[in-house]
């Protein structure tokens, strides 16, 4: 699940954990915390919840899970749900996505929710298609478009954000590192650049953003927005990369490094570094 803060409310939607014998089975409630009278409310429940990795926002008093994973069918969907947090009462479908998909980018831009990239089920149960393509949605009209596709699919990008009239999305290029470990094949073969690139709304074009300083591949780094620059900070150095027992990664692989991004001079700055690498 993910959690949310809203008008002085914490808000976890639900989530499904995973039982050994019988698969995503295990379902816990949503709850909202009152930080004002410090006590915790239970949220409505619904069967269409419950799913494994869907995305959730808030708009106005209204909170909205979108699609994941159903726990019982392990197919992807793209059911939207919307309860109003003010009224507190029964939770409401809403206009599904136009194409189902999970493990996606999102972000909130220009009083609508975007969707970008992820996977979606095909015809082969061993096979994913991971998506480029992107669309937004209006809680105003309850409605989906299709927006300009991204340059390269993308798969649990690491970051999106926005600076003035642009989205920008941060990795999720390397998903071909995921096959041994969950035993699935990707559609089309996982690329390496462009690492980072930016949606302008005002020209409705993606472009690819220059390549970023520092080591390569770098992952799991975080992504943020401020003053109107572009942060990447730590992550995982993959060309250091040690396995250990279940896959694990040993922690000498992480890095310290900070760079940004400044659109006006569209190049990269690698700024001092964090005290301890994350």
Avoid at 114 to 136: A, I, M, P
Avoid at 184 to 196: D, T
């Amino acid at each position: 699940c993910r959690n949310i803060a809203q008008h002085g409310e914490l808000i976890i939607p639900g989530s499904v954990r995973r039982e050994t014998s019988c698969g995503w089975r295990s379902f816990y409630p949503g709850q909202k915390y009152d930080s004002y009278a410090r006590v915790w409310k239970p949220l409505p429940l619904s069967r269409s919840l419950q799913k494994q990795r869907s995305l959730s926002a808030v708009f106005g008093n209204s909170l909205y899970v979108f699609g994941g994973i159903d726990p019982y069918t392990a197919q992807v969907s793209g059911t939207v749900m919307r309860l109003n947090l003010s009224e507190n009462n029964l939770w409401e479908r809403k206009s599904p996505m136009i194409q189902p998909r999970t493990q996606e980018g999102s972000i909130v831009f220009e009083s609508r929710f975007y969707v970008l990239g992820g996977f979606q089920d095909t015809d082969n149960e061993n096979v994913k298609r991971v998506l480029h393509s992107v669309e937004c949605y209006s809680p105003s009209s309850d409605e989906w478009q299709m927006m300009p596709p991204m340059l390269q699919p993308r798969m649990n990008p690491r970051g999106v954000a926005v600076i003035g009239s642009c989205l920008y999305i941060v990795d999720g290029i390397d998903y071909g590192r995921d096959s041994e470990v969950l035993n699935l094949e990707w559609y089309p073969e996982a690329g390496l650049e462009p690492y980072a690139e930016r949606y302008d709304s005002i020209l409705y074009t993606w472009e690819a953003l220059p390549e970023r300083l520092g080591p390569r591949p770098l992952d799991f780094v975080a992504v943020t927005a401020c003053n109107d620059f572009l942060y990447l900070m730590g992550g995982l150095d993959w060309g250091r990369e040690k396995y250990v027992t279940l896959g694990y990664l040993e922690v000498d692989t992480a890095v310290g490094l900070t760079q940004r991004y400044d659109p006006r001079r569209n190049e990269w700055e690698m700024l001092r570094p964090m005290s301890r690498a994350r």
